[in-house]
């Protein structure tokens, strides 16, 4: 009779520590049902923020669920930030800006450095002939390819900012004018923010999306897996082990 009181009690027990287990767990969920519906209450407050945005670029493309971006780095004060790409910059503007094209995925490398290249080569003829021939007309036809130059690559450069939604106040003239002041800086900024976060093809991969023992652009690879060193996982022999004990015991004695 005790021992079949005793299977009672126990059985009570368990069945309301069942209870109280279920109970607990229903209460995580619940708890866990509030947290998703504030999050997305929170969330949605902030959509609805970002498309009552009077920029375009700030309310976020809808393929990046409304990230916002920035550029690496100053236009001027971190120009020498990369030594390698300021220095294409300033000596090949063209076959970098064709590369930037490439990577923003606005074009084809060698077609949209040609366009450049045609430009500027045909404004600096324009003004070579005013300087010999002292006819105005060239120094306008100079003036006006310059001008075509620099809404030219602003142009791009907003194309860049709306479909990686870098965030920026500055205006179509403003990326302009950018680029009519100081077209090195601003082809620096724009190619170390493409290839700072591993953009391919039009696709932002960031920086921390980088295929391992992939290489960048005549470097080394960035980071690689390398093996964990061996370790040896003998087990001592019998006969050592006896050996050491009997050594413990002459000690002891």
Request: aromatic share 10%.
């Amino acid at each position: 009779m005790a021992e079949a009181e005793k299977q009672d009690k126990l059985a009570v027990n368990g069945g309301k520590r069942e209870e109280e287990e279920m109970l607990l767990e229903g209460m995580a969920v619940l708890d866990f049902d509030m947290l998703c519906s504030t999050v997305a209450l929170q969330t949605q407050g902030k959509w609805r923020k970002l498309e009552s945005a009077e920029d375009p670029l700030e309310q976020g493309n809808a393929d990046f669920g409304g990230v916002l971006r920035m550029w690496e780095g100053k236009v001027v004060l971190d120009f020498l930030e990369d030594r390698r790409l300021a220095l294409e910059s300033a000596c090949c503007p063209c076959y970098r800006f064709g590369k930037n094209m490439r990577r923003a995925g606005l074009g084809i490398c060698f077609l949209q450095g040609t366009v450049y290249f045609i430009l500027a080569v045909t404004a600096i003829l324009n003004f070579v002939a005013f300087f010999v021939t002292k006819r105005n007309c060239f120094l306008y036809l100079g003036v006006i390819f310059i001008l075509s130059i620099g809404a030219y690559l602003g142009f791009f450069r907003r194309q860049i900012k709306r479909k990686f939604n870098i965030r920026g106040n500055d205006s179509l003239l403003d990326d302009c004018v950018y680029h009519l002041i100081c077209p090195c800086c601003t082809l620096s900024q724009e190619s170390r923010t493409l290839e700072m976060n591993n953009v391919q093809d039009g696709t932002w991969h960031g920086r921390g999306d980088i295929c391992i023992g992939s290489y960048a652009e005549g470097t080394k690879p960035l980071f690689g897996l390398h093996p964990p060193p061996t370790m040896s996982v003998e087990t001592p022999e019998p006969c050592s082990m006896q050996n050491g004990l009997n050594g413990d015991d002459n000690g002891q004695t």
